[in-house]
């Protein structure tokens, strides 16, 4: 009986410890969703603006 007490007790310990990971994990989840909108909308800002365009890689500036 003893040894089952035990894994239960384990068992609860790791569900409470999974549970705290997932809660961090959205937390993260949330702040990064939002991060990703706000880039989102300022570029969209930036195009309806007509603003320069980004060079990423081996694309060639305009004067060349």
Known sequence: MEHIEEKIAHLIRTVEDLSDVVARQDAEIQTL???VKLLLEREAGRESAGGDSVTFG???PPHY
Do not use: L, S
């Open 33 to 35: 969703k939002r991060r």
């Open 58 to 60: 081996n694309d060639r």
